[in-house]
């Protein structure tokens, strides 16, 4: 069982940067691929940016590549996304999520963990 919880969220202006944080519970977390989506007003939940068990495979979405960068701390339980160069398409509710084994996928089906979401709003 792994719980998800986001924070770091708020409100920035365009080409301004934030860092999502995503903490987990439960000891095993290290060995979850995990994932950032996010759902913009009236549209489907997206692939942001995945990051496998280990570390060593990363994915981005093409809107975000260059500009969003997923990591990390296994030792925290804490996945993070830095957000740079932020712009007003990029104002949605960001969720992390879970899933296990080592495959970066990016359909929200195929992850069974989910945090509660945090807002994102760009002002331009």
């Known amino acids: 069982q792994v719980l998800l919880v986001e924070s770091g969220g708020g409100l920035v202006q365009a080409g301004g940067s934030l860092r999502l944080s995503c903490a987990a519970s439960?000891?095993?977390?290290?060995?979850?691929?995990v994932g950032w989506f996010r759902q913009a007003p009236g549209k489907e939940r997206e692939f942001v940016a995945g990051l496998s068990w280990s570390g060593g495979n990363t994915a981005y979405a093409d809107s975000v590549k260059g500009r969003f960068t997923i990591s990390r701390d296994n030792a925290k339980n804490t996945v993070y996304l830095q957000m740079n160069s932020l712009k007003s398409e990029d104002l949605a509710v960001y969720y992390c999520a879970a899933r296990g084994g080592a495959i970066i996928t990016t359909r929200p089906y195929d992850y069974g963990y989910w945090g509660q979401g945090t807002q994102v709003t760009v002002s331009s």
């Open positions: 439960g000891r095993t977390f290290s060995m979850y691929t």
